[in-house]
């Protein structure tokens, strides 16, 4: 009773948001079509309606080209790579400043680990992204998630998860304290807890191992990176 009450919560600020959105995006074509500003203010609080903020965001692909991440019907490493090349590309076409690192040199975990978030430190960033897919034993596995430490981050990665599941992806249920499908808590991942001075998120795109994941990643491909770029900016 307890989570179809949180599902239902969830659910009802989700219409929310989207309301507000097409509120926004409708006020939007207005002022476009009439030649008016297309920066709206509020002159209440002036605050803009519709922001286009520029967002600065570090992306990586977990693991390395010698450090390989899970193998299932399609190889991690491989797909995390093209997902972020795309997604930083979709970025950076939308005017957001986008840098993209893959771990090409190191031969075990713990130089991959350090390379990576060394990597991100150095960057002028406003997020941090790590991309990575999940796999499990049982071919049934499946959906999708983005992971969070810090509580802060949680809407963040529940935004990004919402995002992938616009393709068909099942959202993972909430877990280790988060109350918000899709989004997971976890403390025990190193570059989430190096990396603590940004918003940051871990996404697991969906299973190598599921069957059904992997016919709708390949189906939507395109889509999927525009949604998750989305998410990323917003
Ligand atoms: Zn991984």
Redesign the pocket.
């Known amino acids: 009773m307890k989570k179809f009450l949180q599902f239902i919560l969830f659910k009802v600020s989700y219409w929310r948001e989207s309301l507000r959105e097409a509120l926004s995006e409708i006020i939007w074509c207005f002022q476009i079509a009439l030649g008016m500003e297309m920066k709206p203010t509020n002159p209440e609080h002036d605050m803009p309606l519709k922001v286009s903020v520029k967002k600065k965001i570090a992306i990586s692909s ?2 390395g080209l010698h450090v390989r ?2 193998k299932g019907i399609i190889d ?1 490493v491989d797909e ?1 790579r093209r997902v972020t090349d795309r997604v930083a590309k979709i970025l950076t076409d939308r005017g957001h400043e986008c840098v993209v690192f893959h771990d090409d040199v190191s031969c075990n975990a713990d130089d991959n680990l350090n390379a990576i978030i060394g990597w991100h430190r150095a960057q002028d960033r406003d997020r941090d992204v790590f991309i ?4 499990f034993d049982a071919p049934t596995a499946h959906g999708t998630e983005a992971i969070f430490r810090d509580v802060c981050d949680k809407p963040f990665a529940a935004r990004v998860a919402e995002s992938m599941s616009k393709v068909g992806f099942r959202l993972r249920p909430a877990q280790n304290g988060s109350t918000m499908l899709g989004a997971a808590k976890r403390s025990d991942l190193r570059v989430l807890n190096s990396l603590t001075d940004r918003e940051e998120v871990l996404i ?1 795109v969906c299973f190598v191992t599921s069957p059904r994941d992997v016919q709708i990643y390949n189906e939507n491909f395109e889509s999927l990176c525009g949604h998750i770029a989305t998410a990323l900016a917003e």
Do not use: D, P, V
């Open positions: 977990g693991h991440g899970a991690e995390a990575h897919f999940n796999a697991e």
